[in-house]
C-alpha cells in the first residue's frame, strides 16, 4: 500500500494577505496593450488587449448560459489576480489539494468526515471519483484500472440517467447495469457492485428519484455518486447532497461559480475523496494522469469558492430576469413575436425567456440561430428545453449586451415579416 495520504495534513493554503487591485482595469474587459502587475508591456501576442481577434476568432454574446463549448463563464478580476498569485510559486500538488480540500469542507460546512478535491471539470471529478471506489489506495489496482481484475467492476444507473457523461464511468473499464424500477435495484446488487449512479439534471425523468436513491445505496450499502455538474444555482447545492448522504458528489468550477472552466469539485468521504486523489494527477502511472489540474486552478477553485457563496444570489436572479424582460419588450413590439418565462427545475436553475413567432414570422428558429451567430457582434442562442422557437437565458451576459440581442433579434424578425 505504497500510496497512502494524510487527508488532515495542512499545506500551502494560509492566511493571505489583502487582494491588490485587478490585473484588468475594473469594468474592461480589453484593456488594450494589456499590463502585468502594473509594470512591464504586454509585447507581441496579445499587445492589442485582445487575443481572439488576433488569432481571427471572433468573440459571441453568450445567451445560451455556461457552455463548455463556449468557454464556460467569465472570471472574475480578484480570482484572476489571485491565480497570478499562485503562479508565482511551487508547491506540493497533493498537499495543496489536501489543504485546498480542507478549506473547501470548511467553506461549505460539509458533514463530518466529508472533504473536497479540485479535479479538472466535473467529467474528471467523475472518473476519479469511481476509479477511487474501485481502487481503495490499492497500488496495484491504481496502475492496472482499467483492467479490473481483483476489483468489482458494475455500476448500477437508472436507464433514462444515461448520457454522453457516463463515458467517463466506462473510461475505468466498469460495465453499466441499467435499471428502471426498486426491484431491478435490487436484482442488480452483487457482489460485482462497486457503485450507484445518479444524474441529478435527470432527476425528474426517472423513476426513482434523488432522495430515493441514495436510501437504496444505503440499504445495500453501496456508496452512491451524484453528478450534479450544473446544478448551481441554488447554492444550496453544493451541500445539500452531501446532507442527504450521497457518498460522492461532482460539480463543475467554471459554471455559475465563475472557476477556472478547466476545474471542478468532487465532494465527498474523506476516505473516497482521498482514493480519488491517488487516481488523479499529479500521481504517475494513474488513470486521472491525463487530467491535470494545476495549482493556479486550485487556488483559483477555492476563491471562486469564496466569492460565490458572498453574492447576493437573489438580487442576481432578479437582475437575470430583468434583462430577459428588456429583450422582450423589445421583441413582443413585432407582430406576431411573442414571450414567455420559466425556470428549468434544475441544472442551469436561472430565468429563462422562450421566444416564438407565428406565420408572419416565416422562418424555422434555426435560420434565426444562424443568423445571430453570422452577425457583428456574433451572439449565440437555440431552440432548447424541448420547447419551440428560441430559449436563451441572460446570466452569461455582460452589462449592455442584453440591448444589443433586443436590437439584433428585432432586426432579424422585422427584416423577415411577412
Not at 479538472?120 to 481503495?136: E, F, K, N, P, V
Not at 455559475?256 to 473516497?272: E, S, T, V, W, Y
Request: aromatic share 6%; glycine share 10%.
Amino acid at each position: 500500500m505504497g500510496l497512502q495520504l494524510n487527508w488532515n495534513r495542512r499545506g500551502f493554503l494560509g492566511t493571505a494577505a489583502a487582494v491588490a487591485a485587478s490585473i484588468f482595469g475594473p469594468g474592461k474587459l480589453w484593456a488594450g496593450a494589456a499590463k502585468v502587475n502594473g509594470t512591464a508591456a504586454v509585447t507581441g501576442f496579445g499587445q492589442t488587449g485582445n487575443v481572439y481577434d488576433e488569432l481571427g476568432v471572433p468573440t459571441v454574446i453568450n445567451c445560451e448560459g455556461t457552455m463548455t463549448m463556449l468557454g464556460g463563464s467569465i472570471l472574475r478580476p480578484e480570482l484572476e489576480a489571485v491565480m497570478a498569485m499562485a503562479g508565482r510559486h511551487f508547491v506540493s500538488i497533493p498537499a495543496l489539494e489536501v489543504a485546498a480540500g480542507k478549506r473547501i469542507s470548511e467553506m461549505l460546512k460539509l458533514p463530518d468526515g466529508y472533504s473536497a478535491l479540485v479535479t479538472s471539470g466535473a467529467a474528471a471529478a467523475i472518473q476519479s471519483g469511481l476509479a477511487g471506489i474501485l481502487t481503495g489506495d490499492n497500488e496495484s489496482f491504481i496502475r492496472q484500472i482499467p483492467d479490473l481484475t481483483g476489483m468489482k467492476s458494475e455500476v448500477i444507473i437508472q436507464k433514462s440517467h444515461r448520457n454522453p457523461f457516463d463515458h467517463q464511468l466506462r473510461n475505468t473499464g466498469i460495465k453499466l447495469v441499467e435499471v428502471e424500477t426498486r426491484d431491478q435495484v435490487r436484482q442488480a446488487v452483487s457482489d460485482r457492485t462497486a457503485m450507484m449512479h445518479f444524474s441529478n439534471f435527470a432527476n425528474a425523468t426517472g423513476q426513482i428519484k434523488v432522495d430515493e436513491w441514495i436510501k437504496l445505496g444505503k440499504q445495500y450499502n453501496i456508496p452512491c455518486m451524484n453528478d450534479a455538474a450544473a446544478d448551481t444555482p441554488p447554492v444550496s447545492h453544493l451541500w445539500d447532497y452531501a446532507n442527504m448522504g450521497y457518498d460522492l458528489i461532482t460539480f463543475s468550477g467554471g459554471k455559475a461559480m465563475r472557476g477556472p472552466q478547466c476545474a471542478g469539485l468532487l465532494i465527498g468521504r474523506k476516505d473516497l475523496v482521498g482514493y480519488a486523489l491517488l487516481n488523479n494527477s499529479p500521481n504517475e502511472d494513474t488513470i486521472g494522469r491525463s487530467q491535470k489540474v494545476g495549482k493556479e486552478e486550485i487556488i483559483g477553485m477555492v476563491k471562486a469558492l469564496e466569492l460565490y457563496l458572498k453574492e447576493d444570489h437573489d438580487a442576481l436572479t432578479r437582475e437575470w430576469q430583468a434583462r430577459l424582460e428588456r429583450i422582450s419588450g423589445e421583441l413582443t413590439k413585432i407582430p406576431g413575436v411573442s414571450t414567455s418565462f420559466f425556470t428549468p427545475d434544475i441544472a442551469n436553475h436561472v430565468p429563462h425567456m422562450q421566444i416564438s413567432w407565428d406565420s408572419r414570422v416565416p422562418l424555422e428558429s434555426k435560420q434565426v440561430s444562424q443568423m445571430l451567430r453570422n452577425s457583428k457582434p456574433s451572439i449565440v442562442i437555440g431552440g432548447g428545453e424541448g420547447r419551440p422557437g428560441l430559449t436563451m437565458c441572460s446570466f452569461m451576459l455582460q452589462p449592455g449586451e442584453d440591448k444589443i440581442v433586443a436590437e439584433q433579434l428585432s432586426r432579424v424578425l422585422r427584416e423577415h415579416s411577412a
